[in-house]
T-cell receptor, first 112, second 109 residues
Framework: DGGITQSPKYLFRKEGQNVTLSCEQN?????MYWYRQDPGQGLRLIYY???????QKGDIAEGYSVSREKKESFPLTVTSAQKNPTAFYLC???????????FGPGTRLTVL | GIQVEQSPPDLILQEGANSTLRCNFS?????LQWFHQNPWGQLINLFY???GTKQNGRLSATTVATERYSLLYISSSQTTDSGVYFC???????????FGAGTRLFVKA
């Protein structure tokens, strides 16, 4: 089955800890994206990558970091510098930048 | 940057009713997508429609790019249509996708 997987589904973290969210796709897509969604709100772009070993900041990149070492993987690290990290995180991919995006099931992060 | 406004913010329908959701955007866009977010948070692709009209079963969408709006039509609504409908756009020259705040739809049995 082709698709996008995210893990874990739920994640709990203590304040001051870094945590890494996984995103994997087997669609052979070049572009990948990370979004944050707060309750009752739309999605906001954190980072995007158009190709391996390249990524760009979105609108709310502060306190987050990413890597793109493999085409199929785009992990997101939520660092302790992110002041309000509790949110729903969604990963997406597209054939190339600017094309139709497909989303994974998301990870719900709660900071205790 | 591009502003995206969706209306109405909330909508309650009786099963079987029809509805129209609107998405206005403030500048020319390279593409436009409609999504349905189900109660578990999964975003489901409905339409990729930078311009023109498309139909898929009970759903159809029209984007009038020159007037900077898109419409999503839901006919004969069902309880499973409940959830949040998002419009998302990309401007020209960049790949920063902008989402609207969504329309929250509840269909009563």
């Amino acid at each position: 089955d082709g698709g996008i997987t995210q893990s874990p589904k739920y994640l709990f973290r203590k304040e001051g800890q870094n945590v890494t969210l996984s995103c994997e796709q087997n669609l052979n897509h070049d572009a990948m994206y990370w979004y944050r969604q707060d309750p009752g709100q739309g999605l906001r772009l954190i980072y995007y990558s158009q190709i391996v070993n390249d990524f760009q900041k979105g609108d709310i990149a502060e306190g987050y970091s990413v890597s793109r070492e493999k085409k199929e993987s785009f992990p997101l690290t939520v660092t302790s510098a992110q002041k309000n990290p509790t949110a729903f995180y969604l990963c997406a991919s597209s054939v190339s930048g600017g094309n139709e995006q497909f989303f994974g099931p998301g990870t719900r992060l709660t900071v205790l | 940057g591009i502003q995206v406004e969706q209306s109405p913010p909330d909508l309650i329908l009786q099963e079987g009713a029809n509805s129209t959701l609107r998405c206005n955007f403030s500048d020319s866009v390279n593409n436009l997508q409609w999504f349905h977010q189900n109660p578990w948070g999964q975003l489901i692709n409905l339409f990729y429609i930078p311009s023109g009209t498309k139909q898929n079963g009970r759903l159809s969408a029209t984007t009038v790019a020159t007037e900077r709006y898109s419409l999503l039509y839901i006919s004969s609504s069902q309880t499973t249509d409940s959830g949040v409908y998002f419009c998302a756009v990309d401007g020209y020259g960049g790949f920063k996708t902008i989402f609207g705040a969504g329309t929250r739809l509840f269909v009563k049995a």
